[in-house]
Structures are given as structure tokens and as C-alpha cells.
């Protein structure tokens, strides 16, 4: 069973360019949340797609879009890269289920390394 | 808003030490909270969680209970091990809210 999986590994952008990042969620899973983790600190929620739609976000500039594709795959594209936005992007998928409860364990991907020079 | 404060790094201890990693919460309503562990160059892994008060999680030898009357769910393990050495995360999650908010991290070291 294929757990989360993230590409790319790593990325080198520099100021003012765009940058798109991909997750395949766990095998059985409906809902992709995306964090910003900055060197040394805990990971910030940046927002949550579900059925295709962003359902919640978090505190981060419009510069930040989210898609989530019918296989229930998601990219995260960042425009007008700063420097301030080189972080290990972290993709969660969990699972919503037929009632619509929050199953709230998240399970992580590797990361994405986005360094911005 | 929720938050999470956990006790700062890093922590270096040697094998076999007792090890314990504070973390406490302010959140609404009831929430659960989860230790993510972090081993180096890697996503987070969920260690162990606890949905309600009292309840206590426990996996690999880690241990934690959501206290509710000292809104707290503190981090143990009796024995510690080289292979433990890893940034490790508390995190919650409220009934009302579909995001983890995480604290700081505490970088922890064991030495053999």
C-alpha cells in the first residue's frame, strides 16, 4: 500500500518565479492538507482541499493556490516566490468517510525542499 | 485560536535515560492531540494520539495522557535508545476544525 507520496524532492527557484508542487494521497484517501515548514519550526497549515474545493486555509497570502484533481491528487503552486517561502512543504492526506466525520489522523508525505534564491 | 506550546531543545540525553518532552494546549471545545515524530531528512510520522480525557496513547515504548484539568499531553519513554534521536512534534486537532496546529518541535539527541 503506497503511503503519501510528494515530487519533487527537491526544487531551486529563484525570486519572483512559480512553482507547483505535487501529492498522491494514501491509497483510500479523499482529503489533501499542504504545511509550510520553515527551518527549526513546526509545521504551518497552509489549507485543506476536499471533493476538489479548498475546504479550510490557513494564514498565507493569495500568492498560495491549491487544486485537487478528480483521482483526489493535489498540486500546490506558489507565484512571486519570495525568499521567505524556501520551507520543507509537507502534503497530509486523511479520510473524510461516507458520514462525513473528520477522521483526524493525518498521514505525511517526505516533503517537498523548496529553496528560493 | 489553538495552540500548542511544547518544552524548547534541543534535549541530549544517553541511552537508557528516562525522557520526557512537556507539551500543553489551548484549544475550544474538545480536541484530539497527536505526537508526530520527525527522523532526520523525513516527513512526519504519527507516534501515538488520544481523542479524549484520560485516554493515554502509547506506541514504541512512548507514552502520553491528555490531561484536560492541565490542558497537557506530555511525551515519555522509560528508556531511550540511539535509534529515538529525532525532532518530535505535538500536535492538535479541534472537533471544529479540520487543520493540525503544531508546536515548535523539541530536537532530541541520544547519545550510546
Known amino acids: 500500500d503506497a503511503g503519501v507520496t510528494q515530487s519533487p524532492t527537491h526544487l531551486i527557484k529563484t525570486r519572483g518565479q512559480q512553482v507547483t508542487l505535487r501529492c498522491s494521497p494514501k491509497s483510500g484517501h479523499d482529503t489533501v492538507s499542504w504545511y509550510q515548514q520553515a527551518l527549526g519550526q513546526g509545521p504551518q497549515f497552509i489549507f485543506q482541499y476536499y471533493e476538489e474545493e479548498e475546504r479550510q486555509r490557513g494564514n498565507f497570502p493569495d500568492r498560495f493556490s491549491g487544486h485537487q484533481f478528480p483521482n483526489y491528487s493535489s498540486e500546490l503552486n506558489v507565484n512571486a516566490l519570495l525568499l521567505g517561502d524556501s520551507a520543507l512543504y509537507l502534503c497530509a492526506s486523511s479520510l473524510v468517510g461516507a458520514s462525513g466525520s473528520i477522521y483526524n489522523e493525518q498521514f505525511f508525505g517526505p516533503g517537498t525542499r523548496l529553496t528560493v534564491l | 485560536g489553538n495552540s500548542v506550546t511544547q518544552m524548547e531543545g534541543p534535549v541530549t540525553l544517553s541511552e537508557e535515560a528516562f525522557l520526557t518532552i512537556n507539551c500543553t494546549y489551548t484549544?475550544?471545545?474538545?480536541?484530539?492531540l497527536f505526537w508526530y515524530v520527525q527522523y532526520p531528512g523525513e516527513g512526519l510520522q504519527l507516534l501515538l494520539k488520544?481523542?479524549?480525557?484520560?485516554d493515554k496513547g502509547s506506541n514504541k515504548g512512548f507514552e502520553a495522557t491528555y490531561r484536560k484539568e492541565t490542558t497537557s499531553f506530555h511525551l515519555e519513554k522509560g528508556s531511550v535508545q540511539v535509534s529515538d534521536s529525532a525532532v518530535y512534534f505535538c500536535a492538535l486537532s479541534s472537533s471544529n476544525d479540520y487543520k493540525l496546529s503544531f508546536g515548535a518541535g523539541t530536537t532530541v539527541t541520544v547519545r550510546a
Open positions: 484549544a475550544t471545545g474538545y480536541p484530539s
Open positions: 488520544a481523542t479524549k480525557a484520560d
